[in-house]
Nanobody
Framework: QVQLVESGGGLVQAGGSLELSCAAS????????MGWYRQAPGKQRELVAT???????VYADSVKGRFIISRDNAKNTVYLQMNSLKPEDTAVYYC?????????????WGQGTQVTVSS
């Protein structure tokens, strides 16, 4: 079974930085796309950033210039470097990985990690 496990969440003051990591665990799998989503209380889950195997990235407007998504294909890990954090960034952050096949698309999700930005 394939699992995605996030780490690096926690409490940080506004203006600070935090790096999230998400690594695949269990059966070896190669993801086509990986990304980060977040969900704040009472709000819809929203895209934060995505990255392809070739490292092409897409960012939500709200995080452009502040967050950086990257991946290490050898380690099957995706990262989210978060800088200049704002209280509005407070949310549960979820890692996702997509496996695309000829007839199926499988989307794997991590359990989520809480990021809380104070002040």
């Amino acid at each position: 079974q394939v699992q995605l496990v996030e780490s690096g969440g926690g409490l940080v003051q506004a203006g600070g930085s935090l790096e999230l990591s998400c690594a695949a665990s269990g059966r070896t799998v190669s993801f086509n796309d990986m990304g980060w989503y977040r969900q704040a209380p009472g709000k819809q889950r929203e895209l934060v950033a995505t990255i392809t195997r070739g490292a092409r990235t897409v960012y939500a407007d709200s995080v452009k210039g502040r967050f950086i998504i990257s991946r290490d294909n050898a380690k099957n890990t995706v990262y989210l470097q978060m800088n200049s954090l704002k209280p509005e960034d407070t949310a549960v952050y979820y890692c996702t990985g997509v496996v695309r096949e000829l007839t199926t698309v499988r989307n794997y999700w991590g359990q989520g990690t809480q990021v809380t930005v104070s002040s």
